[in-house]
């Protein structure tokens, strides 16, 4: 079953914005497919294709939430549903940038006792984003995390746009496990490539992922360092 802990915590997470916040005024989903489903760098499908369901709500005054629901295939024995809930605030701080601050909360369903929860911050800009994350238990390793990332998308052509993503994780206080431990608690992630957008609410990826060793995991490192990944996602 789902850890009770984890999961009234997503509740709670998604539900906060019905209590602080002003009612919602929008609802809206997305359905994601990808040829090797990546998070971080780190492949949770076993390198092989993933959809992935998302529903967000945006409200009034910069409030927003949602879940996202995807198969997590971490091991042979250990793979299961990965259901996430997030909430946070948009302030706006000046013309064209923003700032943000929320929480996500992740509980798996047979997957093993990775279920683990993080705060963040960032600052939004019109073509990129920098945020940092923190996590006390990062998937239930002992370790505590902190993960900053940049991301990029820049316009190239009418529809057309490049993307960029570099993140850099670091884990300390827990166990060290053997195929992680030689290589150091930092990892490494990369994404280079390019969005096509079909249409009023698809869009099309292909991006070049590479990503080091080491970092605070607790599943066999078996992702492939580099790969190609082809995603699409559509928006309802």
Do not use: C, K
């Not at 009234?8 to 997305?30: E, Y």
């Not at 292909?206 to 559509?234: E, H």
């Amino acid at each position: 079953m789902f850890s009770a802990r984890l999961l009234r915590l997503t509740l709670l997470i998604v539900s906060l914005l019905g209590v602080t916040g002003p009612a919602w005024s929008d609802l809206g989903g997305t359905l994601s497919m990808q040829t090797d489903a990546r998070n971080r760098g780190m492949s949770y499908s076993s390198n092989r294709p993933s959809v992935q369901l998302g529903l967000a709500w945006d409200g009034d005054a910069g409030w927003y939430g949602g879940v996202q629901m995807a198969q997590a295939r971490f091991t042979a024995g250990r793979q299961g549903a990965w259901l996430q809930g997030y909430s946070g605030r948009v302030f706006a701080i000046l013309p064209g940038l923003d700032a943000e601050v929320g929480a996500l909360a992740h509980t798996f369903h047979r997957a093993g006792p990775y279920d683990f929860y993080e705060v963040y911050a960032g600052l939004l800009g019109e073509r990129w984003s920098v945020r940092f994350f923190h996590s006390p238990d990062y998937y239930g390793s002992g370790n505590r995390s902190a993960y900053a990332e940049f991301n990029l998308r820049w316009p190239l052509a009418n529809g057309v746009a490049a993307i960029g993503h570099v993140g850099v994780l670091d884990g300390r206080g827990g166990r060290i496990l053997s195929y992680v431990g030689s290589h150091g608690p930092t990892r490494v992630d990369l994404r280079l490539g390019a969005s096509w957008q079909l249409g009023a609410s698809s869009d099309l990826q292909l991006a070049w992922v590479s990503v080091s060793r080491g970092g605070p995991y607790i599943w066999t490192d078996s992702s492939r360092r580099q790969t190609a990944v082809l995603g699409l996602t559509t928006a309802f």
